[in-house]
C-alpha cells in the first residue's frame, strides 16, 4: 500500500476553528471578516494532531475585527495595526493577556490630552508607554489627580522618560503637595520645569532640604510664582544667590528675604551678573546698601540691560546736574526710569515738559520726569488738557508740578472728580490750586469728603483746603474735639438763666 501523502493543515483551519466571536464574544460584531490564513510556520499541531489553543488564539488575533476593536480611537486601518504588531510583539502579547487593560491605557491617553496623532508617534518611539506597569502608574496619576499636562510637554515626557524613572517621579510630585504645595498649580508646574533635573536626578531627601530653604522665602509661593526655581541646584546656585542678597542687605537675612519674595525672579540670575551690576551702581558712587534700597522698591533693576539702558539714563541724571546722593533718591522714587523705553515713553514725556515750560536738563526736568515715569504719555497729555479747560495757563501747570510734581501723573478721571468737587461742593475757587496742588492727591471720599463734611458740621466754612487735608489725622480730630467741646460750652452759657 502507498503511504498517504503528508497534506498542510492549513486547508482544515476553516473548519477546525469556529468563528472569533465564540473567543472574543463582547468585543466582536456579529457580523466580521473571514480569518485570514497564517503561513504553516504559525500553526503546530498536538500529539492529538488539533491545533493547539496558542495557535488558535493567535489565529483570532489576527481577525481585522480584533485588532481594529483595540487601536479603533487612533483612527489607524489594518495595515498600520499590523506593522505595528509586527515590530512591537510585547504590544500583542499584552493584547492576548489583557485586551481590557490594553484599551484602558488607550483611553487614558488619550483622556489626558494626548491627540491621535501624538499618541500613535509616543507608541512609536516609545511602545512600552502602552505596557510598562510603571508608566501606567504615572499616567493614573495624572488621569486621577487631574494633573493638567500640556499636550506637548507630556508627549515628550513620554518619549524622553526611561518608564522605571515614573514612579520617582510620582513619589517625589507627591512629597511637593504633601508639603503645602497648591494641588491646582501642579500642572503648570509639571509644564514648566525640566522634570529630570528637577525630579528625577534628584533623591527624596534632595527634594525636601529644597522646601526647608525655601521655606524661609515663602514656600510654596515663590515656587508658584517662579516654578523654574526647581531647576537650579540648592548648593551651587540657589544658595549662593540668596546669600549674595543677604550680604548686600548687609547681613540682614530678613530683608533680603522680603526682596526675594517680592520678585522670585532675582534668584535666576547668576551670582556674576548680580556682581556686574553691584559695580556698575558702585562706579556711579552709590553704596551696596543704597542699591539694596533700590531694589528693595524696584527688584527688576537687576534685570535691565546696562549696555542699552542703564548707562545711557544715568548720565542724563548726571547730566542734569545729580549727583550721587540724589541720583539715589531719585531712584527710590522713580525706578521705573531706567526700564523704561526711551524712544516710546520718555522721549514723548521730556516734550510734553518742555513745553510746559522745563528746561532741558535741570535738576526740575529731571524730577519731573520721575514723576512722570509712573504714568503714560496719553493720561499725562489728558490731564494738562484737563487742566487748560479749567482756565490753567502753560505758567500755571508748571508752576503747580514744580510745587507738587506728581500733580502730572494722577489719573485724569479721579482729578476731574476731585476738581468739581472742589468747585461745586466745597464752593472754592479752583485758582486754590495754584497754592496747594497736592489737594489732587488726596483720596476724594476718605480723605476729602470726610474731613470737609466733619469740618461743615462744627465750624462750617472757613478754613483752607491746606489746613483741612495736610495736618496728620490725629491733629485733625484734636482739633476737631476742641471745636465741640467749644461748641458745647457755648451752647451751655446760652442755656444757663
Known sequence: MAPTPLRSPLSMVTNLIPPSPFFYHSYYPLAHSPIPRLPSSALSLNSHGHLTARCLTRIALTDAAFTLSIFKKLSLDQNEVDALLQRHPEIESAAIASPDSLRLRIDILLSIGLSNSALWRTIIKRPDTLTSPEAGLFLNFVHEDSVELLPTKLERLLIRTDPALFPGLVMRTKLLLKHGFPHEKLGHLLNVVDIKRAFCERTIEDIEEVILFLQRYGWPDIIVRRPKLLNLDLHNQLIPRAQF????AGGDEESSAILIRKLPAVLAYTVEHLQSHLEFWRSVGLTGE??????LVYPNIFSVSRERKLTSRIEFLEQCGLNAEDIFKFLVKA??????????NIAKKLAFLVKLGYVYRT????????????????????VIGLFFSYGFSCEDVLAMSRKHPQVLQYNCESLEKKMEFLINDMQRDVGEL???PAFLGYKLDDRIKYR???????RGKGSSI??????SDKSFYVKTNKWIEAVTD??????SP
Not at 335 to 344: A, H, I, K, T, Y
Not at 452 to 458: G, L, P, R, S
Open 466 to 471: 491746606i489746613h483741612l487735608l495736610s495736618v
Open 490 to 495: 457755648c451752647n451751655s452759657d446760652r442755656a
Open 290 to 295: 543704597q542699591v539694596f534700597k533700590i531694589a
Open 245 to 248: 542678597f543677604a550680604d548686600l
Open 363 to 382: 535738576k526740575e526736568m529731571a524730577l519731573a520726569v520721575g514723576a512722570a515715569t509712573r504714568t503714560s504719555s496719553e493720561n499725562m497729555q489728558k
Open 434 to 436: 495754584l497754592n496747594f
Open 335 to 344: 525706578p521705573l526710569f531706567v526700564s523704561l523705553s526711551f524712544e516710546d
Open 452 to 458: 470737609y463734611e466733619i469740618k461743615m458740621a462744627n
